[in-house]
């Protein structure tokens, strides 16, 4: 045991000391107005002040204001890069986003991120059009760029998890590859050894070892063509300072795109190896490893085929209950992990890998959930004030709701971008929809209780397939659809992937039954409760992150289909039903009918 010589206080480790040591010595002028915890800057201790255990309803301390004017746009200044100040900035240009200096005369930081995540106004495909452009970058799916506007989010909770496990020899620097990291969130007194706790010591080498005899299994797959994973190079790139940095990279970056990972409760020493080699792959594609270390040929490739070998032997398994989540919660990372790895290697944009991923894969991942319930999982506990177990238990079960839900959004995706026919009916979607975001982050009992009052005694959205129903068949424009709880942007993403999914199959002639005027009337519904929500919203709209910010794209793009398709023009190779593995057919349709096109 190590003991503070200041106040008495004991830790494991000399780190842990070294790091509490710090708090006696650094001057800590700011502290939470509700706890009274003391911190070195004003906005980490407003941060902090967001989720303090002690808040429970009073307000928080006004924003510090910014104290001098910047010398950036209001994307990079978010991002703490570099701005040239050109109208539009290079890098704004590069990324083909919209560069504003609107928060030059912004009142506080905060409104200054709104401007790059704003509606689609002058280019209703701003988003879709540079993620199908074939000379973008491989950053298609924007990965990196999310990242840069996921800094505000609080590392505190996962830190602690991580420093339990590994205790990394360097730290990482404060920025890795476009993923800057802020002074406030790192460690301090945390670098004093490199090492891994015994039991993840155990889940790398055997993680490792197992990848390292697929990749000889594949080798006579591919003719010989590529030589066999090395366990030294694995090593040398699974060492404890990048499987930090890659943890956290994950975290502020795929996370907000697939957010099927419980963020709060995250802890690499109590999950699958599976788990934690797709997101620790994850990090290590979309920043760059720390000791000069890359990313071996074919890794990714190997990760895949270990990953999906292991969900298709969950077709062998006799059924499972669904009453306990908690005891489903190895399936549950398997799978989570299974969709993490289609997400990641759809962002390699290599034809072959999309095209294994579309007619194996996801097919692979859609039967096994279907064969163990997943698309009819209703809740049996309605969010509500509990205590800590109780809302574990509820986390496990929304887990269960989440991997189902986002397996319908990449079905979904697959048919909009690849008109890749459905593997999934959305009438086949009877399970709950999931939790608003702020319930799904809320990083302990204490602060999910405190979000939950807003949605207390409001009965449910119905599920998918009521409420897609409820759309197609609501023909007054001037009487919306009202539902009793106000549905959240990822519920509208949900419904608008499944509405463009079904004019999809009625353009392949699969639903004689529906009318293109049904399929219109839940576009005109859809755009109502879209509006209303993002009213709502308000200022707070700056954080949306991920793919639910470009619902309303995915709105344009299903009116444009309609309105083409109407007019019987049946050149356009977007229109016909045959699969495809590359985005021109859709680029091509964009380029038509956007601003330029008409």
Not at 149 to 160: A, D, F, M, Q, V
Not at 269 to 294: D, E, H, Q, W
Not at 425 to 437: I, K, L, Q, R
Request: charged share 20%; hydrophobic share 35%; net charge neutral.
């Amino acid at each position: 045991m190590f003991q503070c010589a200041e106040c008495g206080k004991s830790y494991q480790r000399k780190s842990h000391l070294s790091r509490h040591e710090e708090t006696h010595t650094r001057q800590l002028s700011f502290s939470c107005p509700v706890c009274s915890k003391a911190f070195s800057k004003s906005e980490v201790a407003r941060r902090h002040s967001k989720t303090c255990a002690k808040k429970y309803n009073q307000p928080l301390p006004a924003a510090s204001k910014p104290g001098r004017k910047r010398l950036s746009c209001d994307a990079c200044s978010a991002s703490k890069t570099a701005c040239d100040r050109k109208h539009p900035c290079s890098r704004c240009e590069s990324l083909k986003r919209g560069c504003t200096y609107a928060g030059q005369e912004a009142a506080s930081p905060v409104e200054d991120r709104s401007t790059d995540v704003s509606s689609p106004r002058d280019d209703p495909f701003s988003f879709l059009r540079y993620f199908t452009d074939p000379s973008a970058g491989m950053d298609r799916l924007a990965i990196g760029k999310t990242a840069e506007y996921s800094i505000r989010r609080n590392l505190e909770g996962l830190y602690t998890h991580l420093e339990s496990e590994l205790i990394p020899v360097n730290p990482p620097p404060n920025s890795i590859g476009d993923i800057p990291f802020p002074s406030d969130f790192l460690p301090v007194g945390l670098w004093s050894d490199d090492s891994f706790s015994p039991k993840l010591l155990k889940q790398l080498n055997d993680i490792l070892r197992e990848l390292v005899e697929i990749s000889k299994s594949m080798s006579p797959i591919d003719g010989g063509q590529h030589r066999p994973l090395d366990m030294l190079e694995l090593t040398s790139l699974f060492t404890a300072t990048n499987l930090f940095a890659f943890i956290s990279v994950f975290f502020h970056s795929l996370h907000w795109h697939l957010p099927v990972v419980h963020f709060p409760t995250f802890d690499p020493g109590n999950v699958s190896t599976f788990l934690l080699l797709s997101i620790c792959l994850t990090g290590a594609t979309y920043t760059s490893p720390i000791g000069g270390t890359t990313l071996p040929p074919r890794l990714l490739d190997v990760a895949e085929e270990l990953i999906f070998r292991q969900i298709t032997s969950l077709s062998t398994l006799p059924p499972v209950s669904l009453k306990n989540p908690t005891q489903l919660l190895p399936t549950v990372q398997l799978i989570q992990s299974a969709l993490i790895m289609e997400m990641l290697q759809f962002g390699q944009d290599q034809t072959d890998t999309r095209r294994r991923i579309r007619i194996i894969r996801h097919p692979c991942l859609v039967s096994v959930l279907r064969s163990l319930g997943f698309f009819q999982l209703r809740r049996s506990m309605t969010p509500s004030v509990c205590d800590d177990s109780t809302w574990r238990d509820m986390v496990a079960e929304e887990a269960c709701i989440r991997v189902a839900s986002w397996v319908f959004l990449a079905d979904g995706f697959l048919t909009v971008c690849f008109k890749n026919h459905p593997s999934l009916s959305s009438f086949e979607m009877n399970c709950d929809f999931p939790w608003p975001t702020e319930l799904w982050e809320a990083d302990g009992a204490s602060a999910f209780n405190t979000s939950v009052a807003s949605h207390a005694n409001a009965p449910p959205i119905p599920p998918l397939r009521e409420a897609l129903g409820q759309l197609l068949s609501h023909s007054n424009p001037g009487d919306p659809i009202t539902w009793h709880r106000s549905p959240s942007v990822e519920h509208l993403l949900i419904l608008i992937y499944a509405m463009n999914t079904l004019a999809f199959q009625a353009r392949a002639g699969f639903l004689g039954y529906l009318p293109s005027k049904s399929i219109e009337n839940a576009a005109r519904n859809w755009k109502g409760i879209w509006d209303s929500t993002i009213a709502r919203l308000g200022k707070e709209r700056y954080l949306l992150l991920g793919y639910p910010q470009h619902a309303e794209e995915l709105w344009c793009l299903l009116t444009a289909t309609l309105n083409v398709s109407n007019k019987q023009q049946t050149s356009i190779r977007y229109l016909d039903s045959a699969a495809t593995d590359d985005l021109e057919d859709l680029h091509e349709f964009i380029e038509r009918c956007g601003p330029a096109g008409g």
